[in-house]
């Protein structure tokens, strides 16, 4: 079957770094993504990786790789307004978003 | 670019009433249209995929008949949901993705979401 995991929770203090890591088995491969949901909110798209590396878009970066089914997004320079939840999402062979539980993000002061 | 909105952003209704929910891409075409159902601290259930111009695509354990899909142009996809019962009431969000190529064909963007309470 088709798996997403990330941890559902994790904390960290304003102004620091914390990297949320995203694990997938899919049936093929189109592209990863990360969205930030705010609660209440509906998702907005942070970054998209299809090839191997790291995809560095201001305070967010994004690392794929492939091989081994990981991803992890980089938020440095933690604001309190970070506080979200971050949805890792693979789409399969099939152009279809599969998608993970989510991580709920908590910044402390 | 990539704005997508969704009316009404709040719904109250009576049970056994229709509601429909209408999605638009604003900046771009869309020729595939999502529509998501999120319940309260659970992730993004998707209920089917719509491609303009044809019968939308559901997913298992959604009823066709009571979540009623239009995708009548490449900007606007609607969502009706029928004889709502209390146990519909959840946050509904729409997406769209590009029909244009690169990266935004890939993307889906989401519009604010539905918030539908059935009494």
């Known amino acids: 079957g088709q798996n997403i995991d990330q941890p559902t929770e994790m904390t960290a203090t304003e102004g620091a770094i914390v990297q949320i890591n995203c694990t997938y088995q899919t049936s093929g491969f189109n592209g990863l993504f990360w969205y930030q949901q705010h609660a209440g909110e509906a998702p907005t798209f942070l970054s998209y990786?299809?090839l191997d590396g790291l995809e560095e878009k201001g305070r967010f970066s994004s690392f794929l790789s492939r091989s081994k089914g990981y991803s992890y997004l980089l938020l440095k320079e933690l604001q309190m307004k970070d506080s979200a939840s971050y949805l890792c999402a693979v789409m399969d062979s099939n152009y279809q978003l599969i998608w993970g539980a989510g991580t709920k993000l908590i910044i402390k002061p | 670019g990539a704005v997508v909105s969704q009316h009404p952003s709040r719904v109250i209704c009576k049970s056994g009433t229709s509601v429909k929910i209408e999605c638009r891409s604003l900046d771009f075409q869309a020729t595939t249209m999502f529509w998501y159902r999120q319940f309260p601290k659970q992730s993004l259930m998707l209920m089917a995929t719509s491609n303009e111009g044809s019968k939308a695509t559901y997913e298992q354990g959604v009823e066709k008949d009571k979540f009623l899909i239009n995708h009548a142009s490449l900007t606007l996809s609607t969502l009706t949901v029928t004889s709502a019962h209390p146990e519909d009431s959840s946050f509904y969000i729409c997406s769209a993705r590009s029909a244009s190529g690169g990266l935004q064909q890939e993307t889906q963007y989401f519009g604010p979401g539905t918030r539908l309470l059935v009494l």
């Open positions: 990786n299809v």
